[in-house]
């Protein structure tokens, strides 16, 4: 991820990263150089459009809502007006009668150890670990918004 660009560069310069904030980055000189085959960062949060969509953590990737993407912002997001307007609107099959959201059910959990193509929607049997994943989510959030510049 580009955040973890600085904390990687800083010992590569021979200096020490800052004291006075928290960094949000991992220094990436052990993979770099072959002393590990995974990354130590755990867990792994996707941004969009500055909001967190999912995140990845051990085997299960959890997406609290998937967007069709839009530029420059992805209008379907619920945090924007179009978002709310289309998570609301429905389509009904004139010859089957079928009834469908517009907007494709969220939220989304994937085991990416057994469905590496993330194919296939374990939510339901798995609802403790989304309901994990998405407390990790709000943990990060109201961290965050409650020291949004991240000094010490």
Not at 23 to 42: A, M, Q
Request: with cysteine; charged share 25%.
């Amino acid at each position: 991820m580009n955040i973890d660009l600085f904390p990687t560069a800083v010992p590569l310069a021979g200096l020490q990263p800052p004291e006075d904030r928290i960094i949000d980055g991992s220094d990436l000189c052990p993979l770099l150089v072959g002393d590990t085959h995974e990354s130590s960062r755990d867990p792994l949060f996707f941004f969009n459009a500055n909001v967190i969509d999912g995140i990845r953590s051990g085997r299960w990737k959890y997406y609290r809502w998937v967007n069709l993407y839009t530029w420059p912002v992805p209008l379907d997001k619920p945090s924007t007006v179009v978002g709310r307007v289309a998570h609301a609107r429905t389509y009904t099959d004139p010859v089957t009668g079928e009834t469908v959201d517009l907007v494709g059910h969220d939220p989304l959990l994937f085991d990416v150890r057994a469905d590496k193509d993330e194919s296939y929607d374990v939510t339901g049997a798995h609802g403790a670990e989304a309901a994990q994943l998405q407390a990790a989510i709000d943990k990060w959030e109201r961290e965050f918004f409650a020291n949004p510049r991240g000094w010490k």
